[in-house]
Nanobody
Framework: QVQLVESGGDLVQPGGSLRLSCAAS????????MGWYRQAPGKERELVAL???????DYADSVKGRFTISRDNAKNTVYLQMNSLKPEDTGVYYC????????????WGQGTQVTVSS
């Protein structure tokens, strides 16, 4: 049984910070690429940040310099530190776990709401 459970979403003012967590179970966590995606009302789901099994990271241009993705393999957990939040960061944030070898596998969490508003 595979589960990805996000936490940490909240209502925050512009310029504020949040840290999201995603706890994984039922997978060999250390071989998965982990990612954070978000979806705002009326918009497509978009990639926010990725961290590979080996550690390299990638970010959407809109969040570079403000967000940091990290992972703790001992805890099977991936984090997203979000600083200098803007109203356009508002949306449901989803955790994703992905491998392509030996098989293609994708798993998703249920999402956590982030609202940036005055």
């Amino acid at each position: 049984q595979v589960q990805l459970v996000e936490s940490g979403g909240d209502l925050v003012q512009p310029g504020g910070s949040l840290r999201l967590s995603c706890a994984a179970s039922g997978i060999n966590f250390n071989i998965y690429t982990m990612g954070w995606y978000r979806q705002a009302p009326g918009k497509e789901r978009e990639l926010v940040a990725l961290i590979t099994s080996g550690g390299p990271t990638d970010y959407a241009d809109s969040v570079k310099g403000r967000f940091t993705i990290s992972r703790d393999n001992a805890k099977n957990t991936v984090y997203l530190q979000m600083n200098s939040l803007k109203p356009e960061d508002t949306g449901v944030y989803y955790c994703n776990a992905k491998i392509r070898i030996p098989l293609r596998r994708d798993y998703w969490g249920q999402g956590t709401q982030v609202t940036v508003s005055s």
